[in-house]
């Protein structure tokens, strides 16, 4: 039997890392340590994150036509993860996310290119394929109109969506409930809802929480799913990680808190590598840590 259809709509971007002793100041040049080039945008990084745990996986987005373009579709495209119509736009850049690390903090500058590009026309274009899903899985950087778009489709046609509203932008309470699952983190939670305990869409979130799990409500009370304690190396890419984990479980049939439970251990991988991608367990990989982690008890 075929497994269930993830469909991810989302970002892909080219994360340019430059790590340096000291931030420079206006007007300042300064030397760097080193640069690399690492594919990302919480689109592909969700996506390959399904990929990786076992899902059947089709990805949704665009690229620019540039060199970038061709090595984001390959890095998909190497995952097994079956790509529709990841088109590059004419005369656009891929997105990009320009980031300079140093002493431990950052700043980055995210230029989105050919994502602005995954607007409704173009998804509208894709219907069919869409309607083919068991389970879609957005975030927010691609624009909000196609984010609307989706969550009606998707609603009309019964097929469960998981939003991930990062980075935190507003929508309707109209286009909320008509998400099956909201995942923020705190900080987008109390941004995006205030008093999560009092909203319509109560019951749909799940909040990831970092090293303390995530919470989901119970009755009247949000219920924590602790994680798991582990060395940390680097987080980037935990929140796309549980996401991408998160949406294969519920796709194997878990129930809500054995799919946080395993989303949880996914990110608890994903945290002991640096990069985003590059963190992101296998399914023999979390196999093997749930294993283990029984074997202690």
Not at 76 to 83: F, K, Q, S, T
Not at 155 to 176: G, H, S, T, Y
Not at 254 to 271: C, P, T, W, Y
């Amino acid at each position: 039997m075929e497994k269930p259809l993830i469909t991810v709509i989302g970002s892909v971007n080219m994360d340019l890392v430059t790590n340096t002793n000291i931030f420079p100041t206006q007007g300042e040049t300064v030397i760097g340590d080193f640069f690399k080039t690492l594919p990302g945008g919480k689109g592909a990084n969700q996506a390959i994150a399904a990929a990786r745990l076992g899902g059947r996986v089709q990805f949704i987005g665009r690229v620019g036509d540039d060199s970038f373009g061709v090595e984001l579709k390959k890095v998909l495209n190497d995952e097994g993860i079956h790509l529709i119509n990841v088109e590059p736009v004419t005369h656009m850049s891929s997105g990009v996310a320009t980031i300079i690390l140093s002493e431990g903090d950052n700043r980055i500058i995210v230029t989105p290119g050919a994502n602005d590009y995954v607007d409704i026309e173009y998804v509208e274009r894709l219907k069919d394929q869409i309607l083919k899903s068991d389970l879609v899985l957005v975030q927010f950087e691609i624009p909000l109109e196609t984010i609307r778009y989706i969550l009606t489709l998707c609603k009309d046609n019964d097929i469960p969506v998981i939003v991930n509203p990062a980075p935190a932008r507003q929508l309707e309470m109209d286009d909320w409930v008509k998400a099956t699952y909201i995942t923020p983190n705190e900080t987008e939670a109390v941004q995006l809802f205030g008093d999560v305990k009092n909203q319509p869409i109560s019951k749909q979130l799940i909040i990831t929480q970092g090293s303390e799990g995530a919470s989901f409500l119970v009755g009247e009370t949000f219920k924590q799913i602790p994680t798991y304690k582990v060395p940390v190396t680097d987080t980037t890419g935990a929140g796309d990680t549980f996401n991408g984990a998160l949406a294969v479980a519920l796709m194997e049939g878990l129930e809500l808190a054995e799919a946080i439970k395993f989303a949880n251990g996914a990110a608890a991988l994903s945290v002991q590598k640096l990069g985003a991608q590059t963190g992101m367990p296998t399914r023999e990989d979390l196999d093997n840590f749930f294993q283990k982690r029984r074997g202690l008890t």
